[in-house]
C-alpha cells in the first residue's frame, strides 16, 4: 500500500540548533514531494517541492530538502532554527498519475526552546 | 491578492445536526480540494472539484457528506447527520489550472460533534 512516513511525532529543538525532519514513502513510482507548515492559527502553507532534477530543494524561510531515490527519502534541514519556526511539518506526495490527490504523514511537532 | 477563506473556523453541533462548511478558494483557481484531520491521524483526501465538475470524490467517507462547488466558485460541504467520528479540522485547498500540484490551503475549519 502506498504510504507516507514521518517517524518523529516530536521533536524540540534549540534556539540556533540545526533542524532535520523525516520523511520517507513508498510508492510504485517516484511521485511529487512536498513539505508544508502549519503555524498555530494558520493554514498550511508550502514550504518546497521536488518534481524532478536537482536532487537538493531550496524553499522559503531557509528550509531545504533532500530527495534520496535509493531510500525513498525527503528529509528536510534548516541549519539554525528559529523561535518562529516552531510549527507542525507535514511532508506530503502526489502520484504522478493522480496529481490533485495529495497525501500526508502524520505530521511533526517542533518545538523551539530558547 | 486575498488566500483561500473558510467559514466558519470553528463549529459545535450536536450529534444528528447538520452542518455545512464553506470554502472561498482564490480567485481563477479551477481546482478546489477538501481535507480532513480527525484528531491525532494524518491528513485526509476528501475530494477534488474542477470547476463545477467532481473530479476525484474517492476520499469521501459516507453518504453523510455532500460537496458542492456551484458555478465553480466557492464551494460547501455539508455533513448531515453529523455524527461523534465526524470531529476534526477541515481544509479547504486550491490550484489554479490543469496539472497544478502546488496546492494553497485554508486556514481549516473545526468542527466538534458532541
Known amino acids: 500500500a502506498q504510504s507516507v512516513t514521518q517517524p518523529d511525532i516530536h521533536i524540540t529543538v534549540s534556539e540556533g540548533a540545526s533542524l532535520e525532519l523525516r520523511c520517507n514513502y513508498s510508492y510504485g513510482a517516484t511521485p511529487y514531494l512536498f513539505w508544508y507548515v502549519q503555524s498555530p492559527g494558520q493554514g498550511l502553507q508550502l514550504l518546497l517541492k521536488y518534481f524532478s532534477g536537482d536532487t537538493l530543494v531550496q524553499g522559503i524561510k531557509g528550509f531545504e530538502a533532500e530527495f534520496k531515490r535509493s531510500q525513498s527519502s525527503f528529509n528536510l534541514r534548516k541549519p539554525s532554527v528559529h523561535w518562529s519556526d516552531a510549527a507542525e511539518y507535514f511532508c506530503?506526495?502526489?502520484?504522478?498519475?493522480?496529481?490533485?490527490?495529495?497525501?500526508f504523514g502524520a505530521g511533526t511537532q517542533v518545538v523551539v526552546t530558547p | 491578492e486575498a488566500g483561500v477563506t473558510q467559514f466558519p473556523s470553528h463549529s459545535v453541533i450536536e450529534k444528528g445536526q447538520t452542518v455545512t462548511l464553506r470554502c472561498d478558494p482564490i480567485?481563477?483557481?479551477?481546482?478546489l480540494y477538501w481535507y480532513r484531520r480527525v484528531m491525532g491521524k494524518e491528513i485526509k483526501f476528501l475530494l477534488h472539484f474542477v470547476k463545477e465538475s467532481k473530479q476525484d470524490e474517492s476520499g469521501m467517507p459516507n453518504n453523510r457528506f455532500l460537496a458542492e462547488r456551484t458555478g465553480g466558485t466557492y464551494s460547501t460541504l455539508k455533513v448531515q447527520p453529523a455524527e461523534l467520528e465526524d470531529s476534526g479540522v477541515y481544509f479547504c485547498?486550491?490550484?489554479?489550472?490543469?496539472?497544478?500540484?502546488?496546492?494553497?490551503f485554508g486556514p481549516g475549519t473545526r468542527l466538534t460533534v458532541t
Open positions: 506530503a506526495v502526489a502520484p504522478t498519475d493522480s496529481w490533485g490527490k495529495l497525501q
Open positions: 480567485s481563477g483557481h479551477d481546482n
Open positions: 485547498a486550491s490550484s489554479p489550472g490543469a496539472n497544478s500540484y502546488e496546492q494553497y
